[in-house]
């Protein structure tokens, strides 16, 4: 074999192996490379996984979150809510009980007035059957002195017509004093039934008018810093003032109803000037309360020296001068008229009730 061939086979071989090997290479690679981008491609997903499971953990927390506010916020809204509820029935359970005392003094003072009208009847009985006694003793007297006196007929016929003069003017007087008594009971039965209707028609709107002041609100948000955290500023302010306060569904309004109308002047006034200050809690409910109890003391005091000084009456002892001035604050003509006139005050967000 010359050296050529041997040559050729050679190169040949070495071709040979060298593509086997690049081959061997290029698929260990391809291998390896794929291999390399599984694991890149297992890597991203892991993360993302991860990832995925963080944010919906998260989602879930806040979502939780969410869900436990709002469910406070809606229960603390129904405790409020349910709160005024209690209150509302309390309050309507008061006025029905005052109601009911009414009812049952009215039905004792009706029975009275049936025991006495009972009695009266029995009396006027007894008055007929006496005067029909009274009648015979006075014919059968009659008929004894004309038989006594044997006058002759016209001074007995004179003596008779002055004795039926009297006898008539006396049952002109008692028919005149029975129809005065049975105009009166008349008077007074139609009385009592006008005044039955009246107070079935017109008492409850008649007690509210009486016993309530109602105060405008310049804003709907101002209900709720009243009423305060939980209630505690509705609470300090009927404590301090002995006033109920009434928040209801009426826009821009807030009522208060109390007996004692200068207890419902302070709390009308302490209101007024609440508003006025927009500081509303519990220690400043105490301190304007306080200062508008003082001045209505001092207003109470001067107005009942002036009714002294009008009427020309001497000094009094100073608790009589207190129940003139507290006069000043009574009911009239069916409302409340309360004035102040001590102490300029700030300007009035309410019209007064006339």
Known sequence: MSLTESSYLVGTACFTAGALLSHVLWRWKDRSIRAAWAIKEQTILDTARREAETIAREAKVQANEEAIKLRQQTES?????????????????????????????LVEQEQSLRVQQQECRKRSDCLDQEKIEV??????????L???????????????????????????????????????????????????????????????ETTSATLALPDEELKGRIIGREGRNIRAFEAATGVTVLIDDTPNAVVLSGFDPVRREIARESM?????????????????????AQEMEETIVQAGEASLIKTGLPPMHPEVVKLLGRLKFRHRTGRSRPRWSSAPQPRSIVPRRR
Not at 185 to 202: C, G, L, N, P
Not at 273 to 289: A, K, N, Q
């Open 77 to 105: 809204a129904f405790t409020d809510r349910r709160a005024r509820i209690i209150d509302a029935e309390k309050r309507m359970v008061e006025r029905e009980s005052l109601i009911n005392r009414q009812l049952e003094n």
């Open 135 to 144: 009648a015979e003793l006075v014919r059968l007297r009659r008929e004894a």
């Open 146 to 208: 004309h038989a006594a006196s044997k006058l002759n007929e016209a001074e007995a016929r004179t003596l008779l017509l002055k004795e039926v003069e009297l006898e008539a003017l006396q049952d002109a007087s008692a028919l005149t004093r029975r129809i005065l008594d049975e105009a009166k009971s008349r008077a007074e039965e139609k009385a009592r039934r006008i005044i039955s209707v009246a107070i079935q028609r017109y008492a409850g709107e008649h007690t509210f």
């Open 272 to 292: 007024q000037r609440l508003i006025l200050d927009g500081r509303i809690h519990p220690t400043r409910i105490e301190e304007v309360v306080s200062k508008v």
